[in-house]
């Protein structure tokens, strides 16, 4: 007698929801583990010293100054938000 998870399998469509479900798992492992390559890297002296600079010269520096024009602001903000994501990604790693 079969369980109930594989009759239900057997129905039409459920393979796809069970797929899906394996696909989200999946992707989650992969950001994990992207995080955790991130963390490694930076948690080198060089890497520690790198994103020190980053910081000092793309977040603690004002993203926009008088005179700047739109796409030098821009930069400016793309800049910033890499070094954001780098530590987001370190925080992710940490907390598991």
Not at 35 to 43: E, G, K, S
Not at 66 to 95: C, H, M, N, W, Y
């Amino acid at each position: 007698m079969d369980n109930i998870e594989n009759r239900l399998l057997k129905l039409e469509g459920w393979e796809q929801f069970n797929n899906e479900v394996d696909s989200k798992e999946k992707s989650s492992m992969e950001r994990i583990s992207v995080a955790n390559d991130i963390q490694a890297v930076f948690a080198t002296i060089q890497g520690e010293k790198v994103l020190n600079k980053w910081i000092q010269d793309f977040i603690m520096k004002p993203i926009a100054n008088p005179r700047d024009d739109d796409i030098t602001i821009g930069i400016r903000e793309g800049q910033a938000r890499f070094v954001r994501l780098i530590l987001q990604q370190i925080e992710i790693s940490r907390k598991g």
